[in-house]
């Protein structure tokens, strides 16, 4: 048994005996170009779209991902009792909000008109139209926003943010809201270790 093992590295080397090793001659011709130029992980000879952002998630050509992306913004205007005339010092908020629509190209607003308690509730309702009318029309008249992305509804005071009979109650409830929600593509960036979400 002994002479088995020691003979076994011998019949094992000679299994490795040398060989003649045939070399081509001809150098083969590289057709394509496998560069990856734009630094995105695609091949040159893949690419469809080139100067890729980088860090830009792609495609399998190259191509970037576009992903969709929500933001909102709200506003919030008050007036005087009894009173459907927008004030000026509320027309910053009004160019924030135009900012806004201009960015997002796609997005419409709906413009909610709300009226204090004081008062009857038919009278409550017609007014609460008429100030998101003013903030309607403020928007579409002074500052260019097309009237096709503006909604204007009055909701009188069936939804008070304050269910009171104190002034400030009162106060606090003659408002025009609106909360604009739009979306717009962007590139998808690929994860990386600094990536947050």
Same mark, same amino acid.
């Given at each position: 048994? !002994?002479? #088995?093992?020691?003979?076994?590295?011998?019949?094992? /080397?000679?299994?490795?005996?040398?060989?003649?090793?045939?070399?081509? *001659? %001809?150098?083969?011709?590289?057709?394509? @170009? $496998?560069?990856?130029?734009?630094? @995105?992980? &695609?091949?040159?000879?893949?690419? !469809?779209?080139?100067?890729? $952002?980088?860090?830009?998630?792609?495609?399998?050509?190259?191509?970037?991902?576009? !992903?969709?992306?929500?933001?909102?913004?709200?506003? %919030?205007?008050?007036?005087? +009792? +009894?009173?459907?005339?927008?004030?000026?010092? #509320?027309?910053?908020? $009004?160019?924030?909000?135009?900012?806004?629509?201009?960015?997002?190209?796609?997005?419409?607003?709906?413009?909610?008109?709300?009226?204090?308690?004081?008062?009857?509730?038919?009278?409550?309702?017609?007014?609460?139209?008429?100030?998101?009318?003013?903030?309607? *029309?403020? $928007? &579409?008249? @002074?500052?260019?926003?097309?009237?096709?992305?503006?909604?204007?509804?009055? #909701?009188?005071?069936?939804?008070?943010?304050?269910?009171?009979?104190?002034?400030?109650?009162?106060?606090?409830?003659?408002?025009?809201?609106?909360? /604009?929600?739009?979306? #717009?593509?962007?590139? %998808?960036?690929?994860?990386?270790?600094?990536?947050?979400?």
């Amino acid at each position: 048994m !002994k002479t #088995y093992a020691a003979l076994l590295p011998f019949i094992l /080397l000679a299994g490795c005996a040398p060989q003649d090793v045939i070399t081509m *001659q %001809d150098v083969s011709p590289q057709e394509n @170009d $496998l560069r990856d130029l734009d630094f @995105d992980g &695609v091949i040159k000879a893949r690419e !469809k779209c080139v100067e890729t $952002l980088i860090g830009a998630a792609v495609n399998n050509d190259g191509c970037p991902k576009d !992903k969709s992306v929500k933001q909102s913004f709200k506003l %919030d205007v008050k007036f005087p +009792n +009894n009173s459907a005339d927008l004030l000026p010092r #509320y027309y910053a908020k $009004l160019e924030q909000l135009v900012a806004f629509m201009e960015e997002q190209k796609e997005a419409t607003v709906t413009i909610e008109g709300h009226a204090s308690k004081v008062g009857s509730s038919a009278h409550n309702l017609v007014l609460s139209q008429q100030r998101a009318d003013a903030v309607a *029309q403020a $928007l &579409v008249s @002074d500052f260019g926003i097309s009237a096709s992305r503006v909604e204007a509804v009055g #909701y009188g005071d069936t939804e008070p943010l304050i269910d009171d009979n104190s002034d400030f109650a009162h106060e606090t409830n003659r408002r025009v809201m609106a909360t /604009l929600s739009g979306s #717009y593509s962007t590139t %998808d960036m690929r994860w990386t270790i600094f990536t947050s979400e």
